[in-house]
């Protein structure tokens, strides 16, 4: 395998891994900003509550295309497998990919609820019951963040061993 190969098939594991990180500190800022204690509190609670909600709602527009771009170098890394290096088009298919499908439905699901909650808290309208609905996935987001993860390491180790 060349170097554009090697790029070719790390660059999603990398970009995923950078996500995976992202989303966990988005949902971490959050939460410490809704419990007010731990670590995470210690460094934002002299901040400006707005602007620090400001910033989550900022992040969270940008996580859809992240999750795009993510999924986009998957296909790529699958494609280069197939077409040049002649791997079982079965082979291709896994337990990491499907729920990776799954998290990015996830987050397509926050995307849409987070923007009612703008709209909402603009309109002056309760945005309680949203906001419960975006917490409660956020929270599912993080349980199957860290299941897509180890199961892609699992994947990648599996992938190179196939290149070996």
Known sequence: MDVVGAITILLHPILGFSLAIWLYK??????????KRGAVWAKIQNQDRAEVVKN??????QSLLF??????FAILANTYRYLELDTNLTSLISLHGWLGLILFIIVVQMYR???KMVTERERGDNIKQTRGVHQ???????????????LGFLRLLDVLQQLS
Do not use: C, M, P
């Open 56 to 61: 989550h709602e900022k992040k969270g527009r």
């Open 67 to 72: 999750i795009i771009i993510v999924i986009a």
């Open 26 to 35: 988005q949902w971490k800022i959050i939460k410490a900003l809704r419990l």
């Open 136 to 150: 409660r996935a956020g929270d599912l987001l993080i349980w199957l963040l860290v299941s897509v993860v180890f």
């Open 113 to 115: 609820t987070g923007t």
